[in-house]
């Protein structure tokens, strides 16, 4: 497919994304973040209090080179994920964790126009944490990130992929309606995630491990 239709959500109208104006410690690093579902943009678009808008545009991806993180194991996503975003290092094994992904998964984001990967937003941050603790096993980890169907997030990087997008309409987001959802979806991904928290995954593969033996991307544990 040579084009793709995306939405940003924001509490803003954005006729025309800025490249270079995005913040360097979101989940890809700076770039221009949007969905391809139109009802999750408006989630993302909405404060407790403020409506928003779902901005549409459709991006010409021909030629634009393509960074599928869906074809990576979760430790790349994870590497990405923790070069970029701010968070505090409570632990030794969480230091560790954090510089062994950076140094054996981390793929070059930068080098791309085009980044296509989970969304982390706080809740889902926070299960990425709880793998770097040891507290969960990878494959809860994988578990976890889908418990609230954030989706895929579609990354602009590449000052290319910015002179490609075109911004074709807009459609308001009323927080009455869009706050609540958003909130929901959360809260089930929250909820779910501490019944997963009950089931013991003693013989799961977890951060220790994956220092321990030196585990790369090509063990089979990690497909």
């Known amino acids: 497919m040579s084009k793709l239709d995306l939405y940003h959500g924001s509490p803003n109208i954005l006729e025309k994304p800025l490249f270079g104006h995005g913040k360097t410690w ?3 690093g700076a770039g221009f973040y949007c969905t391809e579902q ?7 678009a909405v404060s407790d209090a403020s409506n928003g808008y779902a901005n549409k545009y459709t991006l ?8 599928n993180l869906g074809d990576y194991t979760m430790l790349h996503w994870l590497a990405v994920l923790v ?13 560790r964790g954090k510089d062994y992904l950076k ?3 981390y793929l070059p984001v930068e080098n791309y126009d085009l980044i296509r990967g989970y969304r982390a937003d706080d809740s889902y941050f926070s299960f990425a944490k709880a793998f770097l603790t040891n507290q969960i096993s990878y494959v809860q980890l994988s578990y976890a990130m ?3 169907k954030l989706g895929e997030q579609v990354v602009l990087k590449s000052k290319k992929s910015f002179e490609r997008i075109k911004f074709e309409d807009y459609e308001l987001a009323d927080y009455h309606e869009y706050f609540p959802k958003k909130k929901e ?12 928290l009950e089931e013991d995954d003693i013989e799961g593969l977890f951060m220790r491990d994956i220092l321990r033996e030196e585990i790369k991307a090509d063990d089979s544990r990690l497909q």
Do not use: C
Request: proline share 2%; charged share 40%.
């Open 38 to 44: 139109k009802e999750l943009a408006k989630e993302w």
């Open 83 to 95: 070069q970029h975003r701010e968070f505090q290092i409570t632990t030794p094994i969480m230091k």
């Open 26 to 28: 979101n989940d890809y």
């Open 146 to 148: 889908k418990l609230g």
């Open 103 to 105: 140094a054996h998964f």
């Open 185 to 196: 979806r959360d809260e089930k991904a929250r909820s779910n995630y501490r019944k997963l």
């Open 60 to 67: 010409e991806t021909k030629d634009l080179l393509l960074l």
